[in-house]
């Protein structure tokens, strides 16, 4: 073999492997030659990792059970009982005329109070109203005033006798169907008096409240109660306790308890209202009245007077 022809096969082989490694991939421009920086430049892939798709899986997942378990929650308490307690404002006037209101009160509804007169009983009712889908009993409709102290976690409730008034009822315990209402009225000034007793120069907070069976009590809304500075006694803004709105709401009380002479209580009213503008002893309204009824204990008369001529600044209903 010549010499001369090795030394020149040697550089032709080395430029043989040179040009092989050259990517064989090279990208093309927009004619088609070979663009030598792109060909430098790695090729990026384009395939999620799959840790990446494990995490987006479990997330996924996991939103989906937290999903169905609020939609399981949601229809356990749709399939139960359900209650919306609320706390409206009721008066009724010597006339026996009826008057209602919103949760909150006649402060701005006062326009619809001009047709009930002046002489009139200011009522709590409680209205209970079952919006689940299955049947519960009801017991305990009363008035809620709070708990006695901060640090205490018991809350301090009251009832009395229930006004049988309108759809209301006096029993104790109630059943309530899929969709239906009860409503219970209570004097309302007889309540809070009791309860200015216990907290005496406070501000009375009043909420309405109901106890399932079997359940925690359930209350009205807390921005839709009653708030009593000390010294207030009337529902209504416009008309504050005058003395013959004391004289008329202690006559209905002392015969609301007996069924005979409750339906005579606007009759009566209006005999002894007519005397006391008169100025006429106690003795002579009541011979006026029992010559209409026929009947009526003295001593009713003579609360009634004594609730007239009481103080305004006087807790004692007959005066002394």
């Not at 082989?13 to 991939?25: F, I, M, S, Y």
């Not at 503008?277 to 002579?284: A, E, F, T």
């Not at 004594?306 to 004692?316: F, G, K, L, M, R």
């Amino acid at each position: 073999m010549n010499i001369a022809n090795c030394a020149v096969l040697v550089p032709a082989w080395h430029l043989t492997a040179q040009r092989e490694v050259v990517p064989t991939r090279a990208r093309r421009g927009r004619r088609g030659r070979c663009n030598p920086a792109l060909a430098k430049r790695p090729c990026q892939s384009h395939h999620v990792k799959s840790d990446d798709l494990a995490l987006r899986v479990a997330i996924a997942s996991a939103g989906f059970s937290a999903g169905a378990l609020v939609w399981q929650l949601c229809l356990y308490r749709l399939s139960g009982a359900r209650l919306i307690v609320r706390l409206l404002p009721v008066v009724q006037d010597a006339a026996l005329v009826v008057g209602t209101g919103p949760d909150r009160g006649w402060e701005r509804v006062r326009d619809h109070l001009s047709t009930l007169e002046e002489c009139a009983i200011d009522l709590a009712e409680v209205r209970v109203t079952n919006v689940g889908r299955s049947p519960v009993s009801v017991s305990d409709l009363s008035l809620d005033f709070g708990r006695a102290a901060r640090w205490r976690k018991g809350r301090m409730t009251m009832r009395g006798f229930p006004v049988a008034l309108l759809d209301g009822t006096t029993e104790t315990v109630i059943r309530l169907d899929a969709g239906s209402t009860t409503s219970q009225y209570f004097d309302l000034w007889t309540l809070v008096d009791a309860m200015r007793e216990k907290k005496p120069g406070k501000t009375i907070d009043v909420r309405a409240s109901a106890v399932p069976a079997g359940r925690r009590p359930q209350r009205s809304r807390r921005r839709a109660r009653w708030r009593f500075e000390p010294g207030r006694r009337s529902l209504r803004p416009d008309y504050p306790e005058t003395s013959a709105v004391r004289a008329y709401r202690e006559l209905w009380r002392l015969n609301r308890a007996d069924e005979g002479r409750a339906s005579f209580t606007s009759t009566v009213w209006s005999v002894i209202y007519a005397g006391l503008k008169r100025g006429d002893s106690v003795d002579l309204i009541a011979e006026q009245v029992e010559s209409v009824l026929g009947t009526m204990s003295s001593w009713i008369v003579t609360r009634v007077v004594a609730a007239y001529e009481q103080s305004p600044d006087s807790d004692d209903p007959t005066g002394g």
